[in-house]
Structure formats: structure tokens, C-alpha cells
């Protein structure tokens, strides 16, 4: 029996060979669906139900903020895309114990935050809102689409010297790339959806690539980058992740898993060690992890 997956690729297809336009209208509406909300898991229930909570608008959309620890250093955690932030409850965990401060939120139409409809201005804004009452921060720590937030904050708004990303990219136009791989669009649907898609950020290409493209503009110089990255993500192959990394070259490092995916990897252990490591003592600290660890070449 054909999966949802399978019907709505097929949908979009037969659509397409009708009319791009149409078909890329409808690809932009199932490419920004957030629904069905992310439960929180058993292991995580606890740590849920722990944190300090509060409220924050942003962009006129009413966040739930998340805060665990009282320690003198602050981490903000972002979560992906139809993810929330207890996802990250074992990196929480691992950095409470260490004595951090973590700060997280659910997006908007995301795991306990209100509201049908989000991108990623909702999630930059929010670490901007945060940095204002929270930071600045030790670190921040993003997964597949927060790592981008991440990425898009530091290099122009929010103050931090160590940004990680799990699961993460580069720049939007990647997950674009894997939608219309996974959906298997043709290349006028497929240039139709990136153009809604920019249209709807209020971007055309050439500014989507300055204020998002974290390779073609990296970080601010003596900010560290640590990539983390599953050899076996289907989700999100780690093509993008390398050129990441390359980007940075002298000043970031790389840790692939195998075996965990695009979210397990929040979970698995070579994961958790290296984000810990990488939050208390930035790069230098993760040279002891160096049986997983890639660097960069400087020039």
C-alpha cells in the first residue's frame, strides 16, 4: 500500500506535468507543513516537565521558552523543523550536569508554542530575543534546521565565540535540494518551489545566500564551528555538512556518528560527548575525542 509520502509525491508529479506553477504552490504548502506535532519522548519526560517556563513574543507569535540550570554560563539549544526542544533533553541533561545554563523554545506551530505556520525568521528572531534577556551565550547548539538558525544568528545578531550543528546545512537551498529529491519533482517544479520559497522569506536568491548561506559567508572570524553529522542520514546526507566544515577551515571540526540518523543522533553518545566537550572548552577540547574527529584544513 502507498505510504502519505508516496501519495503526495505522485500528487505533485502528475500536478507538475500539467502546470509547474500549480505544482509548485502545492509543493511550497506540503514543504512547510509542521504537522503532526512531535511528542515528547518517555526519556524525556522528566526533563520536560523540570524546566523553568515562561513566555516570549516574537514576531507576534507567542513562544514557550524553556530553562534549565542556574549556572553563570548560558548555551541556547534550537530545535529542527517539525521538532521541539525536548528533543535535545540529553544534551540538556549532560550540560546542566556540567553547570550550564540552557535556554531553549518551541517554534511557533511547533511542539507546545500556539500557531499553524513558522520558517525560520521565527526561530532566528527568537535567539535574538533570547540573547537580549539571556546572553551572551557560551555556545549555541542547533539541529537540522535550528543548526541553520544557529548558524544565520551568530553570523548576524546574536553574540557567541562556539556555534555547533547537528544534522545541519549550509544554506536553505539544501533542503529544497532533499525535498524535491525525496518527492522526486522535476526541475520547472523544483525551480518553482524555490522561488515561493524565497518569496515567502520576503528573499530573492541573491539575498537568501547573504542573510542564510553560512558557506559562502561563514562565521564571524574567531568564532569556533563544530559539525556533527550521521554517515547514514537519509534525511539530510552529509554533503552539505563537508562543505560546512570546509568553509571554516582552522577553525572547526568534524564528528560523524553511524548509525543514528538524522534525529537520534541527539541521543547517541559520540554525539552528546562531543557537544559537551565542545561547549566547556570549544575546539581544543574536542582534539581529545580525535578518533571521530575531522578538522578542517587551514590555509
Request: zero cysteines.
Amino acid at each position: 500500500m502507498p505510504t502519505p509520502y508516496t501519495l503526495v509525491g505522485r500528487t505533485l508529479r502528475a500536478v507538475g506535468t500539467l502546470s509547474s506553477n500549480l505544482a509548485g504552490r502545492l509543493a511550497l504548502r506540503t514543504f512547510f507543513v509542521t504537522t503532526p506535532r512531535t511528542p515528547v519522548r518517555d526519556a524525556d519526560v522528566d526533563t520536560h516537565h523540570a524546566a523553568r517556563r515562561s513566555r516570549l513574543d516574537v514576531r507576534g507569535r507567542d513562544l514557550v521558552v524553556y530553562e534549565w540550570g542556574t549556572g553563570p554560563d548560558t548555551v541556547l539549544v534550537l530545535h529542527g523543523w517539525r521538532g521541539r526542544a525536548s528533543q535535545l533533553a540529553p544534551l540538556v541533561r549532560e550540560l546542566v550536569t556540567e553547570g550550564f545554563r540552557v535556554v531553549s523554545f518551541d517554534a511557533p506551530a511547533h511542539g507546545d508554542s500556539p500557531g499553524g505556520r513558522s520558517d525560520i525568521r521565527d526561530w532566528v528572531a527568537a535567539a535574538e530575543a533570547l540573547d537580549r534577556l539571556r546572553g551572551p551565550f557560551r555556545a549555541i547548539v542547533g539541529h537540522s534546521l535550528g543548526a541553520l538558525a544557529a548558524l544565520t544568528a551568530a553570523r548576524t545578531s546574536v553574540r557567541t565565540g562556539r556555534v555547533a550543528v547537528v544534522s545541519g546545512v549550509g544554506g536553505p537551498d539544501a533542503f529544497l535540494t532533499e525535498f524535491a529529491r525525496e518527492f522526486r519533482l522535476d526541475d520547472a517544479t523544483r525551480t518553482q518551489l524555490e522561488a515561493r520559497s524565497h518569496e515567502r522569506l520576503g528573499e530573492n536568491q541573491d539575498s537568501v545566500t547573504a542573510r542564510y548561506d553560512a558557506v559562502t559567508h561563514p562565521l564571524p572570524a574567531g568564532t569556533e564551528l563544530l559539525v556533527v553529522h550521521d554517515r547514514g542520514d537519509r534525511r539530510m546526507p552529509d554533503h552539505d555538512a563537508h562543505r560546512l566544515h570546509a568553509a571554516h577551515a582552522g577553525r572547526s571540526a568534524m564528528v560523524r556518528t553511524s548509525g543514528s540518523g538524522h534525529t537520534s543522533i541527539l541521543s547517541s553518545d559520540p554525539a552528546l560527548d562531543a557537544l559537551t566537550a565542545f561547549v566547556r572548552g570549544g575546539l581544543a577540547a574536542v582534539d581529545d575525542l580525535a578518533p571521530v574527529t575531522e578538522h578542517a584544513a587551514g590555509p
